[in-house]
């Protein structure tokens, strides 16, 4: 048996999948009282992270998902402060 693959949750359809089917968003330090969400795509930056789905074809995080985890406020609860979408990712889901 190999060994377990960690899991992660989609904070916009709450989807439970292994790490790498899921894209990871990160804080961007700004010095800012709103902090910056930001994609991490190699999923090194250090800090609370959040994931959404990945769209199987691009590699980009999925729209709907993105949007609902910003109407019900997704992405702030699982990196627990206030957060400011950054545009770059707004923009990679096109």
């Known amino acids: 048996m190999g060994a377990a693959k960690p899991r992660r949750r989609c904070v916009g359809c709450g989807l439970v999948a292994p790490k790498a089917e899921l894209v990871r968003i990160a804080l961007a330090d700004t010095?800012?009282?709103?902090a910056r969400a930001v994609l991490d795509r190699d999923g090194k930056m250090?800090?609370?992270g959040a994931y959404l789905c990945r769209e199987r074809q691009s590699g980009r995080p999925a729209a709907a998902?993105?949007?609902r985890a910003q109407r019900n406020g997704g992405v702030a609860?699982?990196?627990r402060t206030s957060?400011?979408?950054d545009a770059e990712l707004i923009e990679s889901v096109g």
Request: hydrophobic share 50%; glycine share 18%; charged share 25%.
């Open 46 to 48: 250090g800090g609370r």
């Open 77 to 79: 609860r699982a990196l």
């Open 31 to 34: 010095g800012a009282r709103a």
């Open 83 to 85: 957060v400011r979408i």
């Open 65 to 67: 998902c993105l949007a």
